[in-house]
């Protein structure tokens, strides 16, 4: 593993977070242009992510989202 190689690992999370500097993100997009390992565990966690951001959806009654509106609204008013 390279010295890039240990960087993107240690920074893939803030890169897909997107809570890095325009700086770092097109180092390690350079990085993983140019590096199959790195660009599959990219890959893995982007997909990892939408999986489980899939599965922790909840569909809410309407009846129920109207009143949490009219709440908040009611609140910030």
């Given at each position: 593993?390279?010295?890039d ?23 390690i ?6 590096c ?7 890959d ?6 939408t999986?489980?951001?899939?599965k922790?959806?909840v569909?809410?009654p ?7 509106r ?6 910030c008013?």
């Open positions: 593993m390279t010295e190689c240990s960087e993107t690992a240690r920074e893939l999370h803030f890169f897909l977070d997107g809570e890095i500097t325009e700086e770092k993100r097109a180092r997009q350079a990085h993983l242009d140019e199959p390992p790195c660009f599959k565990a990219f893995f966690e982007s997909e990892l992510r999986v489980v951001a899939d922790l959806k569909d809410v309407e009846d129920l989202a109207s009143r949490i009219a709440a908040i609204e009611a609140e008013s």
